[in-house]
């Protein structure tokens, strides 16, 4: 009992006794510092997007990413590369401190406080101001992030001749066969080669033969006596047939990386 106020009875104790009004301050209360979610704030995010994606689709449109043929496990001379979004963790594995007995700090502990740092980032400058001037902490903990990983990105990058690489591992295009089933060393292919190199030299328990730097006479050698984990004795002809072979197998490489 309130002098005044008369007699207030609450028979749930989740219900304040308090009335409070549920309609939001006006806008105007607050000029400049707000505005209306649909349709201003809305549309200003979809202008935003749409010229990210538009950017985004022409610069794919000018510079298409270069694909690369089949995996083979067994060429050890390949080395693989990530795609260009995870280049700068690549990069930062290549540094001592995050390689060797060090990895763990290179593939969790370094990544783990970057990305909680960002995570945690709002919470730890929280003040009410939007501008980047009043935000210094998630502001600069962001800054030395993008340049972190714009700067170890171009360094990795930097260093792969990326058309060069291309080049050597253009894939066949499906449906369009390179091999000459009419060549005379097709059929010597066939009986020899075909199982462990493939159909069209694309390789599968060998290594491929297409872009083979091997000179003719390096080829026939190594069909008598073998190479690495080849061995030897896999050819069973004449040495004319050894011939036409070594010729079948150029000539189809550079046909396939035309």
Known sequence: MHKGKGMKFVGDSRISAEKTSK????YSEYPGRTEAFWPNFLLKEWLAGAVFLVGFLCLVLAHP???EGMADPTDAAYIPLPDWYFLFLYELLKYQFA???WIILGILVIPGIAFGALLIAPFLDNGPGRRPRQRPVAVGMMLLALVSCIWLTYTSAAHVDWETRAEQNK???P?????DQDHP???AYENSCLSCHGGELEGGAGPALVGTEHTKEEIMDIAVNGIGAMPA????GTDEELEQLADFIIETSEAAGE
């Open 23 to 26: 309609i939001p301050k006006d």
């Open 65 to 67: 990413s270069p694909l």
């Open 99 to 101: 390689s060797g007995d």
């Open 171 to 173: 894939p066949i295009p």
């Open 175 to 179: 449906g369009e066969s390179v091999v």
């Open 185 to 187: 060393g097709f059929a």
């Open 233 to 236: 004795d896999q050819f069973q």
